[in-house]
């Protein structure tokens, strides 16, 4: 099969009424550029002649059974013949004719380049305001901060990179999340990346678009999270852990009062025990980071992480068994001299709140003790091939 310099590709879900000033735009677009191009059709099922459309204005149909706009995609990118994609919607929103300063970035050794439409421009009625104004600012931010990617637009359907970088990230999701996972992967894979002004125009529709805001946003949002354990389990079991540690040392002496203008609030252990159940929670979800960073990178999920290893060179199944058992000891020995105390009362009644000072704790560092202890051995069982 003679490899091509561009595939234009087009998802497709019964847009018999785009679809082809969409394939005359893209056939004029490869013209205009000189490039030795094709136009393809990832058919996903339309009922509506959608392909005999797409056939007739030059395109070539890809039939693409599993259903999901990032399905229609992926089927897409493995049958194109070009050494590079530009993908567009097949909605009539996009601008073929920007098709040369995509072709300028790859050029210039790019991997993948964004269109962006807030950098360039969103005409009116173009894109909804929950679009414009909360979605997509609040999700490729949060791409930003937790992936440290230079893209201001995240879901621009207008975008190309190189087929070959793209097929070696092995993207798997189905749905809208592809747009956000095509982005997150290729950063996590080190891959150049840059974005271009583009403009967006309303659809050419009279049908609602398969798009539906807070499904696929969640989605979205979900993608991100699971693909950043920091984020998702690391930084809030952190907080969580710190918080409780604070504010149980902080009371573990005795009562705290504090004054807030004319108000006194006093806190006791009421206050400590919820401290030391932050602290447990802390705790938990901090092992699930680890867990979740292991396993991810050896299912391929995640990219390994040399400061990663390093630290397991260091925190090994023994040093974590040693650790365990420094907490169990720890518990054990303030249960032990709270048994002392209650034997020289003579077993009988003592103050509450005496004894909780002791019991809590050592229940605390009983319980960190096993979780390290057992955390230990299945971080190792993750790690075995690893290693």
Known sequence: MAELDLTILMPCLNEAETLAICVRQAVEAIRASGVKGEVVVADNGSTDGSQAIAQAEGARVVDVAPRGYGAALIAGIEAARGRYILMADADASYHFEHLPRFLAALD?????????????????????????????????????????????????????????????????????????????????????????????????RTRAPHLRSWRDGWRNLRFLLLYSPRWLFFYPGLAALAL????????????????????????????????????????????????AKVFGTQEGFLPPNPQFERLFKVITLETGLLFGCALLLFGAGILVYAILLWHAAGFGNMSPTRMLRLTLPSATALMLGVEVIFGSFFLSLLGLNRR
């Open 108 to 204: 210039e050794g790019n991997d993948l380049v964004m269109g962006n439409r807030f950098a360039g421009s969103i005409e009116p009625g173009a894109m909804p305001a929950l679009h414009r104004y909360l979605g997509n600012p609040v999700l490729s931010a949060a791409g930003r901060i937790f992936f440290r990617i230079p893209v201001r637009d995240f879901h621009c359907g207008l975008r190309a990179f190189r087929r070959d970088a793209i097929l070696g990230l092995n993207l798997r999701t189905t749905g809208m999340e592809f747009a956000s996972e095509m982005v997150v992967k290729a950063s996590l894979a080190g891959l150049r990346m840059t974005e271009v002004p583009t403009t967006l125009s309303p659809d050419g």
């Open 244 to 291: 409780g540690l604070v504010v149980s040392a902080a009371l573990l002496p005795g009562p705290l009062t504090v004054h807030l203008a004319s108000a006194r609030f006093t806190f006791d252990v009421d206050t400590l025990t919820y401290a030391l159940g932050l602290v447990l929670i802390g705790a938990h979800i901090t092992m699930f980071a680890v867990s």
